[in-house]
C-alpha cells in the first residue's frame, strides 16, 4: 500500500514537472509569435528597412533574441538582409520581402 501512495505521489510529480514544462514552451512559442509580428509591422511601416539595433531598442529584446527572430523570418522568407541608411552611414539590416504582383487582366482586345 506504501509502494502505491509513493508510485502516484512520483508520478503526480512527473505529471506536474510535465505541465509547467509544456505551460513554458507554449509562453515561449506565444511571445516569439508576437516579436515575429511587430518585427514585420515595423518592416511594413519602414519600407526602407530597420537595423537590428532598432528592434532590439524598441521591442526589448536581447541581441541573440533579436538576431534569431530576425534569422529565422528571413529563412520563413520574410523579410532579407539589406542595408539600411542611418545617421550618415549606410548599417546592415532588413527590409520585407517584395511580393510579386499578380497578373494583370487582359485588356478586352486581347481575347
Same mark, same amino acid.
Given at each position: 500500500?506504501?509502494?502505491?501512495?509513493? #508510485?502516484?505521489?512520483?508520478?503526480? #510529480?512527473? #505529471?506536474?514537472?510535465?505541465?509547467?514544462?509544456?505551460?513554458?514552451?507554449?509562453?515561449?512559442?506565444?511571445?516569439?509569435?508576437?516579436?515575429?509580428?511587430?518585427?514585420?509591422?515595423?518592416?511594413?511601416?519602414?519600407?526602407?528597412?530597420?537595423?537590428?539595433?532598432?528592434?532590439? #531598442?524598441?521591442?526589448?529584446?536581447?541581441?541573440?533574441?533579436?538576431?534569431?527572430?530576425?534569422?529565422?523570418?528571413?529563412?520563413?522568407?520574410?523579410?532579407?538582409?539589406?542595408?539600411?541608411?542611418?545617421?550618415?552611414?549606410?548599417?546592415?539590416?532588413?527590409?520585407?520581402?517584395?511580393?510579386?504582383?499578380?497578373?494583370?487582366?487582359?485588356?478586352?482586345?486581347?481575347?
Amino acid at each position: 500500500m506504501l509502494r502505491r501512495t509513493l #508510485d502516484a505521489e512520483i508520478q503526480n #510529480d512527473i #505529471d506536474s514537472a510535465e505541465m509547467a514544462e509544456n505551460h513554458r514552451q507554449l509562453r515561449t512559442v506565444t511571445t516569439n509569435t508576437r516579436h515575429r509580428l511587430r518585427i514585420l509591422e515595423i518592416l511594413r511601416d519602414r519600407p526602407a528597412g530597420e537595423t537590428p539595433r532598432f528592434f532590439r #531598442d524598441n521591442l526589448g529584446l536581447t541581441t541573440n533574441r533579436a538576431n534569431a527572430l530576425l534569422q529565422a523570418l528571413a529563412e520563413d522568407g520574410h523579410i532579407k538582409a539589406a542595408p539600411v541608411f542611418k545617421t550618415k552611414r549606410w548599417e546592415a539590416g532588413y527590409k520585407l520581402v517584395g511580393r510579386a504582383k499578380p497578373p494583370a487582366e487582359p485588356a478586352n482586345n486581347e481575347k
